[in-house]
């Protein structure tokens, strides 16, 4: 029974998904092209109840209508029975968004391993679909359209992943403990596109493995260069990569994104709780079908490859084209649901004592 129940709730999702895609050409950077690594709708199904290991997932929905720029004011407590207090454990002071080496491949290539210690790879039955980035020892932020409608025992969290088709014992595994999507996340428009993964269990912070930074309060990133990070797909129609890429792009303003002239979103599609980054110089780059849920990562002030979470991947039109940049849950929009809804986890800061 109780796996009837997971197929069930899984149909409901993947159904939701399917009837988004139907209308157009608009790519949520995700989830669920479980269809796609399977030969049809039934062998997936049947994947459900007898599993196999491997394989890659990507989603594609409908063009976003019109968005208000509702954002929740409620909050909600976790479940007791599984939260880890983080006053019954010692949190060490920390510092967060430090990337492991300086010396970056850029342009759209493969970053060096563990470049990025906060990178997480979400998988739903054992299977790659989105990303996410660690913002604490027990939380995991991605977008709400990964886990909108998944049972939290059916998605697994990997730390430390760089090649995804490789063994590495360095990787580091937890489970969901619960999952949060925002309580106004809108399926329709990808307003208010953020949620929260508590882990199992909470994850020891040291050089590899560290929290990426808050955003600052007032940011708004205008024509700053900032660096997507996944294992989306290199290009538009393809699968999802085995390596964890990087690109670089630059934060457009408001009035850019939704300047018709310069962009193809109609208007009211971008709310403000969305920004938008393109790709800079003559080179299209973007994110790409695989990268949902991902950082967008934009420099601190403080310091020199210190970095913190300006954005998480959302939604677009198809990967890297013309006058179409790619669109980005607002994270700083959210800082008091999220203090509001991570109070028993450890946090990092950016001017730490120490380096971890």
Same mark, same amino acid.
């Given at each position: 029974?109780?796996?009837?129940?997971?197929?069930?709730?899984?149909?409901?999702?993947? $159904? $939701? +998904?399917?009837?988004?895609?139907? @209308?157009?050409?608009?790519?949520?950077? /995700?989830?669920?092209?479980?269809?796609?690594?399977?030969?049809?709708?039934?062998?997936?199904?049947?994947? +459900?109840?007898?599993?196999?290991?491997?394989?890659?997932?990507?989603?594609?929905?409908? &063009?976003?209508?019109?968005?208000?720029?509702?954002?929740?004011?409620? &909050?909600?407590?976790?479940?007791?029975?599984? &939260?880890?207090?983080?006053?019954?454990?010692?949190?060490?002071? !920390?510092?967060? @968004?430090?990337?492991?080496?300086?010396?970056?491949?850029?342009?759209?290539?493969?970053?060096?391993?563990?470049?990025?210690?906060?990178?997480?790879?979400?998988? =739903?039955?054992?299977?790659?679909?989105?990303?996410?980035?660690?913002?604490?020892?027990?939380?995991?932020?991605?977008?709400?359209? !990964?886990?909108?409608?998944?049972?939290?025992?059916?998605?697994? +969290?990997?730390?430390?992943?760089?090649?995804?088709?490789?063994?590495?014992?360095?990787?580091?595994?937890?489970?969901?403990?619960?999952?949060?999507?925002?309580?106004?996340?809108?399926?329709?428009?990808?307003?208010?596109?953020?949620?929260?993964?508590?882990?199992?269990?909470?994850?020891?912070?040291? %050089?590899?493995?560290?929290?990426?930074?808050?955003?600052?309060?007032?940011?708004? =990133?205008?024509?700053? /260069?900032?660096?997507?990070?996944?294992?989306?797909?290199?290009?538009?129609?393809?699968?999802?990569?085995?390596?964890?890429?990087?690109?670089?792009?630059?934060?457009?303003?408001?009035?850019?994104?939704?300047?018709?002239?310069?962009?193809?979103?109609?208007?009211?599609?971008?709310?403000?709780?969305?920004?938008?980054?393109?790709?800079?110089? *003559?080179?299209?780059?973007?994110?790409?079908?695989?990268?949902? @849920?991902?950082?967008?990562?934009?420099?601190?002030?403080?310091?020199? @490859?210190?970095?913190?979470?300006?954005?998480?991947?959302?939604?677009?039109?198809?990967?890297?084209?013309?006058?179409?940049?790619?669109?980005?849950?607002?994270?700083?929009?959210? +800082?008091?649901?999220? %203090?509001?809804? &991570?109070?028993?986890?450890?946090?990092?800061? /950016?001017?730490?004592?120490? *380096?971890?």
């Amino acid at each position: 029974m109780a796996l009837l129940r997971h197929v069930c709730c899984v149909l409901l999702a993947a $159904s $939701s +998904l399917l009837l988004l895609s139907a @209308g157009g050409e608009v790519k949520v950077r /995700p989830v669920l092209q479980v269809l796609v690594g399977q030969n049809s709708f039934f062998e997936w199904l049947a994947s +459900l109840v007898w599993p196999s290991n491997g394989g890659t997932t990507t989603t594609t929905p409908t &063009t976003p209508a019109a968005t208000s720029t509702e954002l929740a004011t409620t &909050t909600t407590t976790t479940s007791e029975a599984t &939260t880890v207090a983080a006053t019954e454990r010692e949190c060490v002071s !920390c510092r967060c @968004g430090v990337i492991n080496t300086l010396r970056r491949i850029v342009g759209g290539q493969e970053t060096r391993r563990h470049q990025y210690p906060w990178m997480v790879a979400v998988l =739903f039955h054992g299977r790659f679909y989105c990303a996410g980035s660690l913002i604490s020892d027990l939380y995991v932020l991605t977008a709400a359209h !990964c886990v909108e409608g998944v049972p939290a025992e059916l998605i697994t +969290l990997r730390l430390l992943e760089h090649n995804r088709s490789a063994s590495d014992a360095a990787v580091l595994q937890r489970h969901a403990a619960h999952v949060k999507p925002h309580e106004l996340y809108n399926p329709r428009s990808y307003n208010n596109d953020i949620a929260l993964i508590r882990l199992d269990r909470p994850v020891s912070f040291e %050089a590899r493995v560290r929290p990426i930074c808050m955003p600052e309060t007032s940011g708004d =990133f205008d024509g700053e /260069p900032a660096i997507v990070t996944g294992w989306g797909a290199r290009r538009e129609g393809q699968l999802a990569t085995d390596t964890l890429q990087e690109v670089d792009v630059v934060v457009l303003s408001q009035d850019d994104c939704r300047n018709a002239s310069l962009s193809s979103y109609q208007p009211g599609q971008i709310s403000d709780n969305m920004l938008c980054a393109g790709y800079a110089g *003559d080179l299209p780059k973007d994110a790409c079908s695989g990268d949902s @849920g991902g950082p967008l990562h934009v420099l601190l002030d403080e310091e020199p @490859g210190q970095y913190q979470l300006a954005g998480i991947v959302s939604w677009g039109e198809g990967c890297a084209r013309p006058n179409a940049p790619g669109v980005y849950t607002r994270v700083n929009r959210y +800082l008091r649901w999220i %203090a509001a809804n &991570t109070a028993h986890a450890c946090m990092c800061t /950016p001017l730490a004592d120490h *380096d971890y």
